[in-house]
């Protein structure tokens, strides 16, 4: 064997080494690409999912937040109506209390007037029961 047939069969196989190097990088770099591209698409809809999830939230939010306005706003005129209704039972109280004590007033008025009229009705009897003891 010649070293120049050595050389060349060496360079031979270099050269077959190096086309298979490269044919193996570019399919390597293919199915690299092809995982990337997968990957992103992956991602992607991922990220698509998020953002339409977080656009629903945000719609949510939006939503609850006006009801809760409009709770809060229900709540504190409940809470005025509340407020006056807790007020006419007072006054509806102080006038029941205020009836109670006319009441009270008139029968003590009453029953002094009826002390007052059976005096004079004895009174008046007394002189006519004794005919002649005011004037013996």
Do not use: Y
Not at 105 to 125: F, G, I, P, S, Y
């Amino acid at each position: 064997m010649s070293l120049a047939r050595i050389q060349k069969e060496h360079q031979a196989k270099l050269a077959a080494e190096k086309a298979e190097n490269d044919r193996l990088r570019v399919e390597a770099e293919e199915r690299v690409g092809q995982a990337s591209e997968a990957l992103v698409n992956s991602v992607n809809l991922e990220v698509s999912q998020v953002f339409v999830n977080q656009k629903r939230l945000e719609k949510e939010v939006k939503a609850l937040h006006t009801q809760s306005t409009r709770f809060a706003k229900t709540s504190q005129h409940w809470f005025t109506l509340l407020g006056n209704l807790n007020d006419a039972l007072k006054e509806l109280g102080d006038f029941q209390n205020w009836a109670r004590s006319m009441e009270w007033d008139m029968r003590n008025v009453a029953t002094a007037l009826e002390a007052v009229a059976k005096k004079q009705q004895d009174d008046q009897r007394a002189p006519a029961a004794q005919p002649g003891a005011k004037g013996e």
